[in-house]
């Protein structure tokens, strides 16, 4: 049976882990590298970098930590965060990433998505999509759906930029455009560590019929099996809850099994 | 020397150090000469089943894997390494694959997607079944994990030569082999130890 997915994400700016990490016995825990090694010795089975480096004229750091990452770490590596050209696909696939996720530019312009999953294949294209709920008051400015139900808007730009779309709409669009995995970020959750919010992430789940990655508010062990029942999710992203060392991957695996999720140990 | 055969598809470079990681040195290369003269071969591949094939054939690459298998030198395929062995894919159409194995490359079926249980591609880590015990997958355990990425998969005609099956949705071959040729559909060089140790023992024959 296929194991749902454990991934830790790491947040890297030029070139280093951000985020206060305390990780014990690391020469330098701000080394994206070295934390990506201690991740793959405790069981993670995937790893996201996000590059939040402002400066596009900077992407030669995180295609180097790719790069590295590659020679020490044997797991599927995505890397997302300010990708833009085809050419940035080619460069990361290149430096050894498997997948590239795709958030802002696939917004401007959706066709992008379509490029890139004919070029490179949909296993290498992961659409990454920030959503918030909308309040009521903003309703009339999101394209039909019935209003008895929630409604969820994609924001773009790191989720500075409201853009009108309908979060469900927009994932069965970025599928039928050759995605092959959808990471889906709650803009309410993210920070919380509130829990995943369970009913969009069920909602886009059941709504696709690709992958689709949790995102955004894990803050305890609990959340993370909600958002793969609940949720109905095919894999777990985090950040914070694996940097502060509150759990190590290897325990959240065995609090999965002991409630019958399946996971690779 | 190992030659990983380069026709411009997939990630060579992970596959490159997984070997180096386990002590083998292996060349990525695209020259039909270098891929005919080297000990062994490894052929990658990800995207879709008619570009590889087309690139095979620009390439020259086509006659000269073919003669390599022939003569039972060693053969790694990979993913769509495994599936490009098969006498033909339903990828985008029907389009005709190197015909070494007898078989057919079909997708997932899709009324398993309509309730949404099933995703394609199926991605992730998948256990396996050992059909067959052969050298290279020596020490790998029933209920293995491996890394997979794929909405595709190979129906040998000749079920002796599957060597693993994985269920998803249906039970299907994950790994073949036959003397000196091996294939798998998922990736030893995203797989961690164990996908490692794949790498290992086929640097080992080679020599």
Request: proline fraction near 3%; charged fraction near 25%; charge should be negative.
């Amino acid at each position: 049976m296929l194991a749902k997915r454990i991934i830790p994400c790491l947040d890297v700016k030029d070139g280093r882990v951000v985020k206060g990490v305390n990780f014990l016995n690391l020469k330098d825990a701000g080394d994206p590298v070295e934390v990506a090694e201690t991740y793959e010795r405790e069981g993670a089975d995937e790893l996201t970098f996000l590059d939040i480096t402002a400066s596009h004229e900077k992407r030669d750091i995180i295609i180097d930590v790719v790069y590295r990452a590659a020679e020490r770490v044997f797991m599927p590596l995505t890397v997302g965060g300010g990708i833009r050209t085809l050419e940035d696909i080619r460069a990361l696939l290149k430096a050894g990433a498997d997948k590239i996720s795709i958030n802002t530019a696939a917004v401007k312009d959706s066709m992008f998505v379509k490029r890139a999953s004919e070029m490179f294949g949909s296993q290498c294209i992961v659409v990454s999509i920030d959503a918030k709920e909308v309040v009521e008051i903003n309703l009339s400015n999101i394209s039909n759906k019935s209003s008895d139900q929630k409604q969820w808007e994609i924001y773009t730009h790191g989720g500075r930029r409201p853009t009108g779309i309908d979060a469900v709409e927009w994932a069965e669009r970025m599928e039928d455009y050759g995605a092959g995995e959808i990471l889906l970020t709650s803009m309410d959750r993210d920070g919380t560590k509130e829990g995943y919010d369970v009913e969009l992430t069920r909602r886009i789940s059941e709504s696709v019929g690709i992958p689709v990655i949790a995102s955004g508010g894990a803050g305890s062990i609990e959340h993370l099996y909600d958002g793969l029942t609940k949720g109905k999710a095919d894999a777990v992203l985090a950040a914070s809850i694996f940097h502060y060392r509150e759990y190590t991957i290897r325990e959240v695996k065995e609090y999965l099994r002991e409630r019958k999720i399946i996971v690779r140990m | 020397m190992i030659a990983i055969v380069d026709y411009g598809m997939g990630n060579l470079r992970s596959v490159q150090k997984g070997f180096e990681k386990v002590g083998y040195t292996a060349v990525i290369t695209g020259d039909p000469n270098m891929v005919m003269d080297a000990d062994a071969i490894v052929l990658p591949g990800v995207g879709a089943f008619r570009d590889c094939m087309k690139n095979l054939e620009k390439a020259g690459l086509i006659d000269p894997i073919k003669e390599f298998i022939n003569r039972g030198k060693p053969f790694l395929g990979i993913c769509l390494g495994l599936q490009l062995l098969f006498t033909e894919s339903e990828e985008f159409g029907i389009h005709k694959g190197l015909d070494i194995i007898k078989g057919r490359v079909v997708r997932f079926p899709d009324n398993l997607n309509t309730t949404r249980l099933i995703k394609i591609p199926h991605m992730g880590w998948n256990s396996v079944k050992i059909k067959k015990r052969v050298s290279i997958f020596e020490g790998i355990p029933d209920d293995a994990y491996f890394y997979f990425v794929h909405s595709y998969y190979v129906v040998p005609t000749d079920g002796d030569v599957i060597a693993m099956t994985t269920n998803y949705g249906v039970e299907f071959t994950s790994a073949i082999a036959s003397d000196n040729l091996f294939a798998v559909q998922f990736h030893p060089e995203k797989s961690q130890e164990l996908g490692l140790q794949i790498l290992k023992i086929f640097g080992e024959i080679t020599k």
